[in-house]
């Protein structure tokens, strides 16, 4: 399970007080996928980044009584100097992992052949987002964070590969999807929310979130 319990966050931008929430309460129980409608500049990737606990609070408390991975697309935790397989590897060791399965999970799924022995530094966007994602979906967590979907890739093989893996994995579990389209969140979520002006609107559906994401945005 993961809880917020009058959760608030803000920033100064430098010329205004930007809230991206304010008191908000929700929980996300395992086995229901949660997808989360968000306008561009609300503050999506600061919403996903708390729960996993990269970001704290200005009040409230969040409770995490679960594993829970990572943001897709998250570089803190790997070395640039260092090669996709050596990141692999240290990092299987911080959870408790057998490297070799992490190593071979992620060389077959990136699908990036010699670069994967060279050094991250040296990858394009899309080669680091197909790591990442890879090492994600290697470990094993209670909980996925996804900002925005499917990593920035033209790799047809990769995303179709990834992308079953993904469908997979909501067998045994629970996602949670930001993005500010709809359609990004059809094939995850179960439940729905809807963030505007500092406030998490909750719904059964997906459907009835569009509903009031395509009237505050749209309308």
Known sequence: MLEFENVSKSFWT?????????????????GNSLGILAPNGTG?????NMMAGL?????????RRCNISFPLGFMGGVVGKVSAMENARYIARLYGLD?????????????????????????SSGMRSRFTFSLMLALDFDIYLIDEGMPSTTDMEFNRKAGEILQERLRTTTIIIVSHQAQTLEKFARSAAVLLGGKLYMFDTLEEAKQLYDYETQG
């Not at 205004?16 to 304010?22: A, E, N, R, S, Y």
């Open 44 to 48: 999506k990737s600061t919403l996903i």
């Open 14 to 30: 430098g010329s205004q007080h930007k809230v991206i929430l304010d008191h908000v309460s929700f929980r996300v129980e395992l």
């Open 55 to 63: 970001e704290k609070p200005d009040e409230g408390e969040i409770r």
């Open 99 to 123: 490297p070799d399965y992490v190593e071979s999970f992620c060389r077959w799924l990136c699908g990036l052949g010699e670069y994967f022995d060279q050094p991250l530094g040296t990858y």
